[in-house]
C-alpha cells in the first residue's frame, strides 16, 4: 500500500516545494519554516491535502 502523503506549500509564492507522510495523529495544519528554491529565502510551508 501506498503511503499516504501531502505537501507542503511555501506560503509566499505557493510552490509546493516538499512532500511528507500523512500523520493522522496531527489535528491542525502543519507549517514549517522550510528553504523555498523559487523565493530564494526560507518562508512558512503550510500543510495541504
Ligand atoms: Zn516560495
Do not use: D, W
Amino acid at each position: 500500500m501506498a503511503q499516504k502523503k501531502v505537501a507542503l506549500a511555501c506560503s509566499v509564492c505557493g510552490s509546493r516545494n516538499y512532500t511528507i507522510a500523512y500523520s493522522p495523529n496531527r489535528t491542525h495544519r502543519l507549517e514549517v519554516k522550510k528553504f523555498c528554491k523559487h523565493c530564494g529565502k526560507y518562508t512558512m510551508h503550510q500543510e495541504t491535502r
